[in-house]
T-cell receptor
């Protein structure tokens, strides 16, 4: 049973470019969460999605950031017109049901570097 | 300060010693979870303790939860060099969905 998959593992972008981060949840999991981790800090919640629905995006910046989890395929976190402050590790997690009652399983993360 | 603050921020011990990390939080929770993160890697789930539980064990790990003090502790007994990592507590509320993480405790176990 493969774990949560994320790709790419490392992504380098220049300021103003777009970054697309992909996450494939564990088999049978229909809930996906995205978190951001700045160096030497804990993870900060960004967005929670179920298939084709955004459930909670309270942690996601209103501009330049968007997320989707289509019926088919991975969840995508998209950052438009990246700035240096977007440099961070972005982690995806999945769970089979509401996270308040179960653990979340984390992927290895995508480390974004903005030059 | 944020929900889920760990204390100490950094801890250095010798192999074989016990390591204790503490976590405080602010709001009512449904459960509290501890995760480990090795440098540059993803998070590994260690243990989940529900709000109606007071203590839980898993191998060399012992977690306590005091909801009256809004605090939790993680004890790693007979530590090994391989335990060197950052340890995070994360809380989940009854509203569910997201986990709120603390800043972590960086543990170094010297061989």
């Amino acid at each position: 049973n493969a774990g949560v998959m994320q790709n790419p593992r490392h992504l380098v972008r220049r300021r103003g470019q777009e970054a697309r981060l992909r996450c494939s949840p564990m088999k049978g999991h229909s809930h996906v969460y995205w978190y951001r981790q700045l160096p030497e800090e804990g993870l900060k919640f960004m967005v929670y999605l179920q298939k084709e629905n955004i459930i909670d995006e309270s942690g996601m910046p209103k501009e330049r950031f968007s997320a989707e989890f289509p019926k088919e395929g991975p969840s995508i976190l998209r950052i438009q017109q990246v700035v240096r402050g977007d440099s961070a590790a972005y982690f995806c997690a999945s769970s089979p049901q509401l996270a308040g009652y179960n653990e979340q399983f984390f992927g290895p993360g995508t480390r974004l570097t903005v030059l | 300060s944020q929900q889920g603050e760990e204390d100490p921020q950094a801890l250095s011990i010798q192999e074989g010693e016990n390591a204790t990390m503490n976590c405080s939080y602010k709001t009512s929770i449904n459960n509290l979870q501890w995760y480990r993160q090795n440098s540059g890697r993803g998070l590994v789930h260690l243990i989940l303790i529900r709000s109606n539980e007071r203590e839980k064990h898993s191998g060399r790990l012992r977690v306590t939860l005091d909801t009256s003090k809004k605090s939790s502790s993680l004890l790693i007994t007979a530590s090994r060099a391989a335990d060197t990592a950052s340890y995070f507590c994360a809380t989940a509320t009854n509203a569910g969905n997201m986990l709120t993480f603390g800043g972590g405790t960086r543990l170094m176990v010297k061989p």
